[in-house]
């Protein structure tokens, strides 16, 4: 959660939010592009774990595990439409485009991992493998809105809703859910520790190796790079949707992390369980927390907060709008977002009391 809010701090605050996107190698640097990328790990370990949440509630629960993923799906996906999008855009929410990220992405897969389950384990392990494996395989398919949301990021104009953009298509993420639902069992083993060191050692190795090849695996081949960024090509493998190299490159050395903090305790006030309790309310609240930021620090630096009444330019606004050179450095990015996770603690310390939380309530949603 820590690691997710650098980026969309960085996509409110950083000078080169607005013009460019971290990953345009002609463009960014090392310490932007290192930046942008060790968030990468975030989206992935949010829809493996919510798996694994589901298949400990489905061994406590049976088939009322379906009920819930759908309640709790369904309800990913409103907060999506209304609440994220409102942190987004505030005073333009009717007029933004519709822009569905990644509670969308969660929400669905959890609707679809409801009728998944009923699926024998093995088989399912099967088939959420080979759809992560293969789904690369359809990747020179063009279609309609239908097709964008499985499968093909990209934007339609809807009659009556204006531009909807779909930045997560719910193929191989639904599957990336049922992995973790499957993954569930080992979890549940005595050598657990063991063997998510030799599953996220192979899928690291995994991706060094195919990306290596640069045969398949990814839409975008790796390639040398006149700036001294092959390295950072290497690394740049495509997320939406997640390829199977970008799997391989994230989940792979999440779970190494995961064995790593196997038997680490931590007191109740230790900032990662804080956090790692509360996080669909840590995830709304930041983003609301770092927009309104934007105003009382605009203010100091610019006398004026007019501009950020207007749609921000990387989110589908007007660069003119804004004062030539807005945004801060890398380092001043660093530092709001500090900022941010200072404040949002004992905000989410309050409502871990509030709620009674006695574990990841809500882990499923994130």
Known sequence: MMIMAID????FFHADALLFSPTDLDKTNAALFLTRWITHLCAPVFAFTAGIGAYYWSRRHGRSASAMLVRRGLMLVVLELTVLRFALFL???FDAPLFVTVLWSLGWSMVALAALVYLPIRILTVLSLAVIAL??????????????ILHQPGAEQLPGIGLFIVAYPLVPWIFIMSAGYCF???????????????????????FVVLRAINRYGDPVPWSTQANGLTWASFLNASKYPPSLDFV???????????ALFEGMRFGPDNPLLVFGKTPLFFFLGHFLLAHLLAFPLAWIRYGTVDFLRNIQPNMGGDLKLYPPGYGYSLAGTYAIWLLVLAIMYPLCRWYLAASGSRGPSGSQGK
């Open 135 to 148: 789904h690369n395989l359809l990747d020179g398919i063009q279609g309609g809105l239908w097709w964008k």
């Open 8 to 11: 969309h701090v960085r996509d």
């Open 248 to 258: 391989l490159m994230t989940m792979g050395p999440a779970l190494l992390i995961l």
């Open 91 to 93: 005073n333009h929410f």
């Open 184 to 206: 569930g069992r080992v979890m549940e083993l005595p050598d657990r520790r063991v063997w998510m060191l030799r599953v996220g050692a192979a899928m690291t190795l995994g």
